[in-house]
């Protein structure tokens, strides 16, 4: 056997039959290349890939016996490969140090065959299918909670038609879409009412002077001060004097509650419920923006508290300029937990809406979970790089979400805001919880 020849590696220490025994440790061994041959095309292999006969094949000659055949077998012994064949990394190395140029020229050959190149790629589709099809194969506990899922779903829809059908849902003040100039006094004493326990003293002074919505716009400070109404205490006439502009302002009654608000703001109740699931940092700053007296200053006031709130009227304790103590908190909540400051409002509503606060508070908990374990993968995985890319698809998103809200919730029919507003609200926290289930199981397939 010739030392130098090329298609000859190191011989075997072992010797071989009928030749004399050497010292291992002084006898260089030889490889013949027929041990990295294909059984296929009888070269050299190229990304060679073992079944699990033990057969190598060089992957495109695999690749074109798969596609001519369509049999998960091997094409020497016939025997069914398991699941998809890889590539011998180890298998490979070798190849490329042993015979570098002989897999350059082979490697240079297939690249430029259109015919093999298609029969890889359609190889690979083959085997990312049958990849895709057991994961959902072992997927058998998370279409079990699919299907538990889906019937509460089922079962939420009934409970929520009969309270529909019963009118239990939405039960609100009709002043909150009546004008206040057309209020009557029996109007009149019921919004006085509202205003907290210690309106009771004022309310039948309200109904000898038979002070209806008119009235009401046309009174002042001074008048107040003066009999029948004598409302002596400078916090209660604030108080008053508080609400009463804001009825003029608003044109009706503000609303109380969460039905009374998607009654009298469908289309923003609608944005604001769809907008704080998905994005809730973007919708807070948006309602700093252009929301602030409104919206924004009762939301902090409401999940970040002041130690002390000493006046009668909760609309101007809500207008009140947050302090440092009350920004700083806010802040770490804003960019820390987001969705806390939505379970800490909804938790205020808890004593007027006693199951939807609870069904929301249950839901901000799933957000964080969901957006902490995105964040988690985001910072362990290379998907970092692409943070700005994905930052900027976001906000255009969010951008062109907003517009479309705007613009197009007037023409939409209340009906359709309804049961866009309850879906929201009620069923899709239940399509949420099997889709975080699935990505804790098989993070794999999410995409971040």
């Not at 130098?4 to 440790?25: A, H, M, V, Y």
């Not at 042993?98 to 298609?118: C, G, H, Y």
């Not at 849902?169 to 006094?185: F, G, S």
């Amino acid at each position: 056997m010739d030392s130098n020849s090329t298609d000859k590696g190191l011989e075997d220490p072992q010797g071989s039959p009928g030749l004399p025994q050497s010292n291992p440790s002084t006898t260089t061994t030889k490889i013949s290349a027929h041990e990295f041959s294909c059984h296929c095309c009888y070269d050299i292999l190229v990304n060679p890939t073992t079944l699990t006969c033990g057969h190598n094949f060089c992957r495109h000659c695999l690749a074109i016996w798969w596609e001519s055949s369509h049999k998960n077998e091997c094409p020497e012994c016939r025997e069914k490969w398991e699941g998809f064949p890889k590539v011998n990394f180890l298998l490979r190395d070798a190849t490329n140090k042993l015979f570098s140029n002989v897999v350059q020229r082979r490697t240079a050959e297939i690249q430029a065959d259109p015919k093999i190149s298609q029969c890889l790629l359609a190889f690979q589709r083959y085997g990312d299918n049958k990849s895709r099809a057991r994961i959902d194969k072992n997927k058998g506990a998370g279409f079990f909670f699919s299907g538990v899922l889906f019937a509460l779903t089922w079962v939420a829809v009934v409970v929520l038609v009969y309270h529909w059908g019963s009118g239990m849902i939405e039960q609100h003040d009709p002043l909150i879409t009546k004008p206040v100039a057309r209020w009557t006094t029996e109007e009149v004493s019921s919004w006085l009412e509202n205003l907290g326990p210690w309106a009771q003293n004022y309310r039948e002074a309200f109904q000898q002077e038979s002070v209806n919505g008119r009235l009401l716009l046309m009174l002042e400070e001074e008048e107040l001060l003066k009999p029948p109404y004598s409302i002596e205490n400078q916090a209660h006439r604030r108080a008053v004097l508080a609400e009463l502009d804001r009825v003029k302002t608003l044109g009706v009654k503000p609303p109380q509650n969460l039905w009374e608000y998607k009654a009298a703001n469908a289309g923003k109740s609608l944005f604001l419920l769809y907008a704080m699931k998905h994005s809730p940092r973007l919708t807070l700053f948006y309602l700093y923006l252009f929301d602030y007296s409104e919206t924004f200053l009762p939301f902090l006031h409401t999940c970040c508290p002041a130690g002390e709130q000493p006046m009668e009227s909760s609309f101007l304790n809500s207008q009140l300029e947050p302090n440092w103590q009350q920004k700083a908190e806010f802040l770490v909540k804003y960019f820390l937990l987001p969705y806390q400051l939505i379970a800490e409002f909804a938790w205020d509503w808890l004593a007027v809406h006693y199951w939807t606060s609870r069904y929301i508070i249950v839901y901000a908990v799933l957000l964080s979970m969901v957006d902490s374990y995105t964040l988690w993968r985001l910072l362990t995985t290379a998907s970092i790089r692409t943070l700005p890319r994905r930052m900027w698809s976001h906000l255009w998103k969010m951008i062109s979400q907003g517009f479309a809200f705007v613009f197009l919730w007037p023409i939409i029919p209340q009906f359709v805001c309804d049961c866009l507003f309850y879906w929201a609200l009620y069923f899709t926290p239940i399509i949420n919880i099997d889709l975080l289930v699935q990505q804790l199981l098989h993070p794999e397939t999410q995409e971040l």
